[in-house]
């Protein structure tokens, strides 16, 4: 069992900047691919970044990219989305998810989930 534990939301202006990060409690990440997940208030939850097990290889929704970095650090079981550039419509929900090796833009193969932290950018 992985437990996930987000932190690091707020509210920033827009062209701001927020650093997420997703802590993890049970078991050791370094196998598990990391991904970042959103959801806006009456909208389905949606790709934002994702990272392989080993941070080699990093995939990001297109909306983001450019402007959202992911990064990890097994030796402190931490993975951290860098959002810069912060838009209105980045306000969301935002959610860490693992699953075992590959990194994925479906949600439905990831298996453990953080309980979310809320990032709201005004304009």
């Known amino acids: 069992q992985v437990q996930l534990v987000e932190s690091g939301g707020g509210l920033v202006q827009a062209g701001g900047s927020l650093r997420l990060s997703c802590a993890a409690a049970?078991?050791?990440?370094?196998?598990?691919?990391l991904g970042w997940f959103r959801q806006a208030p009456g909208k389905e939850r949606e790709f934002v970044a994702a990272?392989?097990?080993?941070?080699?290889?990093?995939l990001y929704a297109d909306s983001v990219k450019g402007r959202f970095t992911i990064s990890r650090d097994n030796a402190k079981n931490t993975v951290y989305l860098q959002m810069n550039s912060l838009k209105p419509e980045d306000t969301a929900d935002y959610y860490c998810?693992?699953?075992?090796?590959?990194?994925?833009?479906?949600?439905?193969?990831?298996?453990?989930w953080g309980q979310g932290t809320q990032v709201t950018v005004s304009s």
């Open positions: 990272i392989t097990w080993s941070g080699s290889n990093t």
């Open positions: 049970g078991r050791t990440l370094s196998t598990y691919a």
């Open positions: 998810a693992a699953r075992r090796f590959r990194a994925s833009m479906n949600s439905d193969e990831y298996v453990y």
